[in-house]
């Protein structure tokens, strides 16, 4: 699992942003801190709770010059219908091909539900160099992070 210290592992996947394009994690770090925010689905209802909590915090982020992203194995086009139900004004990375969340370490499975291969509740913060300053992972997809924490640690990212 990626931990505290480490470079954050490079990505080109999909960025659902009212349309589809290709998002790199390299080409990005001039919007550090970066705050990529794993969530295991869209439509369901504490990562609907959690995205539209950083959504209604995002100026804060912004006021520290954060740059919130979403990462779930949602599709692109599912992720783009999350995003305008919900109101939501950040970038949703589609890791449809499930990549990310193995190179970050994040992979769960539901097996009793017998869904495999959603992203663990998590929230990395990288900063301008490409090293993840901080982390935050749950083993239980019903726990959000601690916002105030997330934001506190992009603030501080260096």
């Known amino acids: 699992m990626v931990d505290?210290?480490?470079?954050?592992p490079d990505f080109t996947a999909p960025l659902a942003n009212g349309d589809v394009d290709s998002f790199t994690l390299s080409e990005h770090l001039?919007?550090?801190?970066?705050?990529?925010?794993?969530?295991?689905?869209?439509?369901?209802?504490?990562?609907?709770?959690?995205?539209?909590?950083?959504?209604?915090?995002?100026?804060?982020?912004?006021?520290?010059?954060?740059?919130?992203y979403g990462v779930s194995v949602d599709s692109p086009?599912?992720?783009?219908?999350?995003?305008?139900?919900?109101?939501l004004?950040?970038?949703?990375?589609?890791?449809?091909?499930?990549?990310?969340?193995?190179d970050y370490g994040v992979r769960m499975d539901f097996e009793d539900l017998g869904v495999y291969g959603?992203?663990?509740?998590?929230v990395f913060v990288v900063n301008e160099d490409g090293e993840v300053t901080w982390s935050w992972v749950s083993d239980?997809?019903?726990?959000?992070?601690?916002?105030?924490?997330?934001?506190?640690?992009?603030?501080a990212a260096e």
């Open 30 to 68: 001039d919007e550090a801190p970066l705050v990529l925010a794993f969530f295991p689905g869209a439509f369901t209802g504490v990562c609907t709770t959690e995205m539209c909590t950083f959504q209604d915090q995002l100026a804060g982020f912004e006021d520290v010059g954060a740059t919130v």
């Open 89 to 102: 004004e950040f970038g949703l990375v589609s890791d449809f091909n499930k990549e990310i969340i193995d």
């Open 118 to 122: 959603v992203a663990k509740r998590s």
């Open 140 to 155: 239980d997809p019903g726990v959000e992070p601690d916002y105030e924490a997330v934001k506190e640690a992009a603030a």
């Open 4 to 8: 505290v210290g480490d470079d954050a």
């Open 77 to 87: 086009f599912s992720l783009n219908e999350f995003r305008e139900k919900n109101g």
